[in-house]
């Protein structure tokens, strides 16, 4: 079994560093960080209901 098993989300942006597929899903989903520059971020969890786009 691998522990450190992550998943790069395809195709994503780091909003810090610009660099392409860099971005990773931490094991429990609930994070997804840069390998690149060690940005961090929580993952939204309740979508927005207003779509005003
Ligand atoms: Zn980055």
Redesign the pocket.
């Known amino acids: 079994m691998d522990k450190n098993l992550v998943r790069f989300i395809a195709g994503a942006i780091?909003p810090?560093?610009?660099?392409k597929d860099?971005i990773a899903l931490s094991a429990d989903d609930q994070e997804i960080y840069?390998i690149?520059?060690?940005?961090k971020e929580t993952k939204p969890q309740d979508p927005p209901r207003n779509n005003n786009n």
């Open positions: 780091c810090s560093c610009k660099e860099k840069c690149s520059c060690g940005f």
